[in-house]
């Protein structure tokens, strides 16, 4: 079936450091979505992205879909104490299929 | 802000017992879902469902698990008979069905611990 990977599995880098998790899926994607769990919380849409090649940004993050459809990264830019939680991917095969969740970058910023 | 509503926050049972959870999703939404994260790990599909029955399912979702919209507002998930490997917190989402709008919303979760 669909899998979902994500590396790094856990990232701890000062405050001020930059930030990147890398997704990639076993087969190919109709959309990616970005998800935010604080510890504790529930997760937290955060974008989806549909076209190949597409890059959206939020302030000081940045959302990549591969050419492929297949791969997706999220880049922190000077990662805050705010940023802390876990970030995970999650695709769907097609646009009203399940979303089907990467295992999660947990990310630590000590400050 | 719509939210999808889950309770209760926190549930304890004893092993063999059923428990019911309970969601209410986003009033105009049409996909529900549930999902379950085991402490410290990723979250895991369990169910999707959609016009009144069961779209898709995983195989963790067996013959212990169902699912039930009871009126126009609740979606439930049962477990007949818990075991422990079943704690874990079960999160509840909807979504619209059209395509530019297929984000999942996330109930905050219902923490099941079995003992």
């Known amino acids: 079936g669909q899998q979902v990977m994500q590396i790094p599995q856990y990232q701890h880098v000062q405050e001020g450091e930059d930030f990147t998790t890398y997704c990639n899926s076993s087969?190919?994607?109709?959309?990616i979505q970005w998800y935010k769990q604080r510890p504790g919380g529930h997760p937290v849409f955060l974008i989806q992205?549909?076209?190949?090649?597409e890059v959206k940004k939020q302030k000081r993050l940045t959302f990549q879909f591969g050419e492929a459809k297949k791969n997706s990264s999220l880049h922190i830019t000077a990662t805050q104490t705010t940023d802390v939680g876990t970030y995970f991917c999650?695709?769907?095969?097609?646009?009203?299929?399940?979303?089907?969740f990467g295992p999660g970058t947990s990310l630590s910023v000590i400050p | 802000e719509p939210e999808v509503t889950q309770t209760p926050s926190h549930q304890v049972t004893q092993m063999g017992q059923e428990v019911i959870l309970r969601c209410v999703p986003i009033?105009?939404?049409?996909?529900f879902y549930w999902y379950r994260q085991i402490l410290g790990q990723k979250v895991e599909f369990l169910v999707s469902?959609?016009?009144?029955?069961?779209?898709?399912k995983s195989e963790i979702f067996d013959d212990q698990f169902s699912v039930e919209r009871p009126d126009g507002s609740n979606f439930t998930l049962k477990i007949r008979s818990t075991k422990l490997e079943d704690s874990a917190m079960y999160f509840c989402?909807?979504?619209?069905?059209?395509?530019?709008?297929?984000?999942?919303?996330f109930g905050q979760g219902t923490r099941l611990t079995v003992v």
């Open positions: 989402a909807s979504s619209e069905l059209t395509g530019g709008h297929t984000e999942a919303f």
């Open positions: 087969t190919t994607l109709s959309n």
């Open positions: 992205l549909v076209k190949s090649g």
């Open positions: 999650a695709g769907r095969r097609t646009s009203y299929d399940k979303v089907i």
């Open positions: 009033s105009n939404h049409l996909y």
């Open positions: 469902f959609y016009n009144n029955e069961i779209s898709e």
